[in-house]
């Protein structure tokens, strides 16, 4: 009997879609061979560092950069490849800066109105609906100058959504509100991008602010796409060093493999794959590692998920708010070592004290 397969849907068809994408400027590789999928009502944060190609690959999606190789398409279709391009002003896609670029000459209805020139719809109903829907309702004929930096954001946000765009495209939005206001206003304004069912890609810098608002990430470096997944999978399994060291601090204890074992002042650890020879560096976040106190020169018992304990001398404690860091200077080689702990442990500089390293919490990446 032939087995059937399940029916195309257009659900499985990604909203915006990259294929290759490169662009050089003077010679220089800027975007190189960048591809992603964007499912209808998904958020995927573009994240790396300034300079990584971030903003020139939303600039090229938006048409109003022009790629040197590769192709975009949107519901399946290729909107701009070398040769064939769709005008920007075709495309239906919305952009949000960190500048919001709200006209400061136009009352609040007439900013959100002005991406509706040339649709046949109500201009009036649509502003109203989505002024009420960001809650700016009472704002209607006010004028920017007037309004906050976190109302001028919602402003902003309801023009780019006035033409109901099927992606949304947005280079740093929230960078120029106080944190006060930020967390709830990205709450907020996915929340309307998801009812919209658009496809969301946002470029940041910042880890967290990734973290907190992607269904996935494409973390990016030198132009690449170097690693890409779901928040957790990104954080929990970094593709190399540099991409633990992104999202936080980290320590590195740096070894040479024996018979698959990098022995260490922290105990062995096991490295499957690496040859004997290999200089590894075994990585380790400051929040993971676990402090004990000295019982006169002596440490914690040696375990097999811990593995040996090390002694340090406290040379600095910083209260953090919700958590306290503390560095010291390793007796084995005179090296700091970062380690933030909850609440407010403040050891005093010159206490000594043991650390161990879970095994389960560390990377191990070739030197």
Known sequence: MQQQTAPFSSKDVPRLETRDLCRSFEGRRVVENVSLKVMPGQVTCLLGPSGCGKSTTLRMIAGVEMQDGGEILVDGQVICDTIFRIPPERRRIGLMFQDFALFPHLSVAANVAFGLKGLKVDPRRRVGELLEKVGL??????????????EQQRVALARALAPRPRIMLMDEPFSGLDNRLRDGIRDETLEILKAEDTAVLLVTHEPEEAMRMADEIALMRGGRIVQQG?????????????????????????????????????????????????HVEIVIRPQHVRVDFDRGGRGPNPTIEHGTAARGVVTRARFMGSESLVEFAM?????????????????????????????????????
């Open 137 to 150: 309702s009472d704002k209607i004929d006010a004028y920017p100058h007037e309004l906050s930096g976190g």
């Open 331 to 367: 007796d084995h080689d005179g090296g700091i070592f970062r380690v933030t702990v909850p609440n407010i442990f403040l050891p005093q500089p010159g206490q000594p004290l043991w650390l161990t390293i879970p095994r389960d919490r560390c990377f191990i990446f070739n030197a």
């Open 230 to 278: 779901a928040p957790y999978n990104i954080y929990k399994s970094p593709v190399d060093k540099a991409a633990v060291a992104f999202f936080s601090d980290i320590n590195i204890i740096r070894a040479r493999v024996q018979g698959a074992i990098a022995p260490t002042p922290f105990g062995p650890f096991f490295c499957p794959g690496h040859a004997d020879g290999d």
